[in-house]
């Protein structure tokens, strides 16, 4: 048996296909290339070039690989943009995952895990959030991802479809093998972009948003490293396999860290000042986001282990050097 990874040449999901490749699991990574980068796919899964949109060969990769088990990660990612394309994202994103979750049930496929965000609970009050709190998404991205959540609920209920959805909060560094990071086509988030004008990459560092009710005025966010995420989704195929309960876990530390404090640990690390450049709030960016993970570790014994942000910091700069080396 094998596992389908759609988006498997992106940046999370290059990075979780090669720590399954590591453990010994079969795998195949469906990724149209249209963001992904097809040198970050690990050298034993197979590949398929195409959208997990397209039923037949969704149907075609289950069948030929012997798949039991998806984690979807495809679809777009970034806020503002689906401000711009909302009908872009709900085709992407929600529109997408249907016509995948319909093949894995008309195929067998019954484990099922998906790629969601900590943007379904939109504004949230100044406390870690649960996943029992209220869902009110402020952007089409959150919506679009939610959708898919009560999809996945709906399935589950009717058809007996067991799957996970991961609710990421931010997402930042490289695989510490440095086999992986985050692909040049995909708009930076503010890690990614602080390293690029940390390394002469780019001129300035714009801070969106400035008047936050936050203890610096700039929007706070809880920052998880990608190897941390990656043991996440790890953990999630092991609780399916065993019976596991299904549903949705939150992925984050448990603590926020503003964007000026991020700007003053790429600052620490390198020993020097970051140019930077304040701007106005972007459309549809929260205050406040922080995850309450306690479910994920009760659950799945999930503990983190690169929890520190000066950690990310360090391993996305050594990236972003090796490239543009």
């Keep these: 048996m094998s596992i389908l990874v759609t988006g498997g040449a992106g940046y999370i999901g290059s990075h979780t296909a090669h720590a399954l490749a590591d453990r010994g699991e079969n795998i195949v990574v469906l990724d149209n290339l249209v963001s992904g980068v097809r040198a970050f796919v690990p050298a034993a899964a197979g ?46 994103n929600t529109e ?25 609970y939109g504004t949230v009050e100044m406390a870690p959030v649960g996943e029992d709190a209220p869902t009110i998404p402020v952007n089409p991205y959150g919506r679009s991802k939610l959708m898919v959540e009560w999809m996945l609920k709906d399935a589950a209920q009717t058809y007996g479809f067991r799957y996970i959805a991961l609710r990421y909060f931010n997402v930042g560094g490289v695989d510490p093998g440095g086999r992986a990071g985050q692909p040049e086509r995909q708009v930076p988030h503010l890690i990614k972009r602080a390293a690029q004008v940390a390394l002469g990459h780019a001129d300035v560092l714009d801070v969106y948003g400035t008047d936050y009710p936050t203890r610096d005025g700039t929007a706070v966010r809880d920052y998880i490293h990608i190897a941390d995420l990656v043991e996440a989704h790890l953990s999630a195929v092991a609780h399916l396999r065993d019976g596991g309960r299904a549903g949705i876990y939150n992925c984050g530390y448990g603590k926020g860290s503003s964007v000026l404090e991020v700007v003053g640990t790429f600052e620490a690390v390198l020993g020097r000042v970051l ?51």
């Design 96 to 120: 997408v995952s249907r016509t995948l979750i319909a093949a894995c049930i008309e195929k067998g496929v019954n484990q099922f895990i998906f790629s969601s965000t900590a943007a379904v």
């Design 275 to 325: 140019p930077v450049r304040r701007a106005p709030r972007r459309e549809g960016d929260a205050a406040f986001v922080v995850a309450d993970p306690s479910r994920i570790c009760a659950a799945m014994g999930w503990h983190p282990r690169f929890d520190r942000l000066d950690q990310i910091v360090r391993s996305t700069l050594e990236w972003e050097a090796r490239t543009h080396a």
């Design 47 to 92: 590949f398929v070039n195409g959208t997990a949109g397209n039923r037949e060969i969704v149907g075609r990769i289950i069948e030929e690989f012997r798949v039991d088990t998806v984690i979807h990660f495809a679809g777009s990612i970034m806020v503002p943009e689906s401000i711009r394309k909302p009908l872009e994202y709900y085709e992407n």
